[in-house]
């Protein structure tokens, strides 16, 4: 065990103060050095001590987040995780802080089964991580974690057969990105041509953010950007983003491709899970699909890669220079499952020739 990741929390309610503090401190690798009603008491807790990690609420009274994100970054730049209410304004606001340095976004603890409070628990407790291994990168080694037991793909569908299907030409484009993957879709689908092959995204992102960050991108992009409904037809033109807390899985009927939404486990510490998505691709797509793994931190979509490379697919992975945290691509190359490692901006016009 290496030294704990510091973690000071900002919110004004009492509650959520202490429920974010009790999750974190279950966790060996990780410690609350300070709780903030507001960014003023905050401002004198880092100045005593600077934290590793600082989550922030979005609404405050005296200052709001998106105004000390501000200050923050530009005076002495420390790891952010936004944590948030599941309401549109909340969302919108949100998206915008991580357009302004926040690293990641968490959903505000609240109430609910025992499951619901274990995976709560996990997702938050990673989004600490990766946020500490942003900054880590530079004064000391990545902070391993191998905690939970972690489920394969195999408990949302079979591994891809080997028996042929109805033939088709007609290309799919299947994305995975985690922690930094915000900015990197943007750059990336921003790049793309109005009549690109369809594609399909896992963002890993809480519920209720999805669909906001689809409508912006919507906004941004030549091409049709939306949040997956459960049997979207996957056209040309269009990116259809898995909605938070929710597997997507590419199917296809003859030579129409659609997309299944559904419930089920975390997979790999993810729900939607980038593995899930790319082993439905192996299995649907097979060698019409382009497979795509960029920044996050973890090992989702390694496997689900290569998988679709033995199934004769193209597989693409962001570098380490671009790359915020350099740990789902990493994977997967470590695995084998990559066919080219290329820099963000080259990512869209590489699939011209595919």
């Not at 990780?30 to 507001?38: E, F, K, N, Y």
């Not at 209410?85 to 991580?98: F, I, Q, R, V, W």
Request: proline letters at 5%.
């Amino acid at each position: 065990m290496g030294k704990k990741i510091r973690v000071l929390i900002v919110d004004d309610s009492a509650v959520v103060r202490q429920t974010l503090t009790d999750t974190l401190q279950s966790d060996p690798q990780i410690t609350v050095m300070g709780a903030a009603r507001d960014p003023y008491v905050a401002a004198d807790l880092i100045a005593r001590e600077v934290p590793d990690v600082i989550i922030l609420d979005v609404e405050m009274p005296r200052m709001d987040g998106i105004t000390f994100l501000h200050k923050v970054m530009s005076q002495h730049p420390i790891p952010v995780v936004m944590c948030s209410t599941l309401t549109e304004k909340g969302a919108e606001t949100t998206l915008k802080a991580l357009e302004y340095g926040a690293v990641d976004i968490i959903q505000k603890p609240k109430l609910g089964t025992k499951q619901f409070l274990e995976e709560s628990k996990i997702r938050i407790c990673d989004a600490v991580k990766a946020a500490a291994r942003v900054m880590v990168r530079r004064v000391a080694p990545a902070v391993q974690h191998r905690v939970e037991k972690k489920l394969t793909a195999d408990v949302m569908l079979p591994p891809p057969s080997t028996k042929a299907m109805v033939q088709t030409t007609e290309r799919v484009v299947a994305v995975g990105a985690s922690t930094g993957g915000t900015e990197a879709l943007r750059v990336f689908l921003e790049a793309l041509p109005g009549d690109c092959s369809g594609i399909v995204i896992v963002q890993h992102m809480p519920e209720g953010f999805t669909k906001a960050f689809s409508e912006r991108l919507n906004g941004l992009c030549r091409i049709r950007v939306k949040e997956a409904q459960d049997g979207d037809t996957v056209l040309r033109g269009q990116a259809l983003i898995a909605p938070g807390n929710r597997h997507m899985l590419l199917k296809r009927s003859g030579a129409r491709y659609f997309v299944e939404v559904k419930d089920g486990p975390l997979v790999c510490r993810h729900r939607p899970s980038v593995d899930v998505l790319f082993r439905s691709t192996a299995r649907y797509a097979g060698k019409n699909a382009i497979g795509i793994i960029m920044t996050g931190m973890g090992d989702d979509g390694a496997r689900g890669m290569l998988e679709m490379k033995q199934a004769g697919a193209y597989t693409i992975a962001q570098d380490e220079a671009t790359c915020v945290v350099f740990g789902m691509p990493k994977e997967a190359i470590s695995l084998g499952g990559v066919d080219k490692v290329l820099p963000l901006e080259k990512i869209a016009s590489q699939l011209a020739g595919h």
